[in-house]
T-cell receptor, first 114, second 112 residues
Framework: AQSVTQLGSHVSVSEGALVLLRCNYS??????LFWYVQYPNQGLQLLLK??????LVKGINGFEAEFKKSETSFHLTKPSAHMSDAAEYFC????????????FGTGTRLKVLA | ETGVTQTPRHLVMGMTNKKSLKCEQH?????MYWYKQSAKKPLELMFV???????ENNSVPSRFSPECPNSSHLFLHLHTLQPEDSALYLC???????????FGEGSRLTVL
């Protein structure tokens, strides 16, 4: 069975500092991987995704993530945090074999300090 | 029109009321989903429809009744809900099944 673990339910960074949000997954087959962001009172918005090919994936708002198969990780990074990055971030996996199941992590709330 | 539209955005209902949540997608996707998001819990998949056929039903209580009249519209009919059903209900669509999910802004439900 697939599962997703996001280490740290709350992360605080200073404005301009590196953002690192961790995601590890468990899957019997190489999964598709996603990062979503959710702002207050809104739905989830896709930041980036990995399906196949290049393991370093660039997304919107300056975020990127690297798929590391050996570490079963898909950590999200941004070199310099901005106040507008304050939100909740969700990592998710899906099974490429064609089911409709997307497994989400429990989320990490990012706080950006001025 | 935005990709996935949900109405109403906010709903307050008593335990004996009957109400419906509506979702409409303008993306030409063939799969639509209902998720429940409660505080401090992972996102819970409730129902999935593919080409108007239900393909997933994750042991959801019968007081939640989905309806998918066509590939663009999805409803969630609510009746005799409990206070613990208060949550943000998110609709999403995708195409094909393992493309990314596109979410609506959610319907915030409060059951008194």
């Amino acid at each position: 069975a697939q599962s997703v673990t996001q280490l740290g339910s709350h992360v605080s960074v200073s404005e301009g500092a590196l953002v690192l949000l961790r995601c590890n997954y468990s899957s019997s087959v190489p999964p598709y991987l996603f990062w979503y962001v959710q702002y207050p009172n809104q739905g989830l918005q896709l930041l980036l995704k990995y399906t196949t090919g290049a393991t370093l994936v660039k997304g919107i708002n300056g975020f990127e993530a690297e798929f590391k198969k050996s570490e079963t990780s898909f950590h999200l990074t941004k070199p310099s945090a901005h106040m507008s990055d304050a939100a909740e971030y969700f990592c998710a996996v899906s099974d490429p074999s064609g089911t409709y199941k997307y497994i989400f992590g429990t989320g990490t709330r990012l706080k950006v300090l001025a | 029109e935005t990709g996935v539209t949900q109405t109403p955005r906010h709903l307050v209902m008593g335990m004996t009321n009957k109400k419906s949540l509506k979702c409409e997608q303008h993306l030409g996707h063939n799969a639509m989903y209902w998720y429940k998001q409660s505080a401090k819990k992972p996102l819970e998949l409730m129902f999935v429809y593919s080409l108007e056929e239900r393909v997933e039903n994750n042991s959801v209580p019968s007081r939640f009744s989905p309806e998918c009249p066509n590939s663009s519209h999805l409803f969630l009919h609510l009746h005799t809900l409990q206070p613990e059903d208060s949550a943000l209900y998110l609709c999403a669509s995708s195409h094909p099944p393992n493309g990314e999910l596109f979410f609506g802004e959610g319907s915030r439900l409060t059951v008194l």
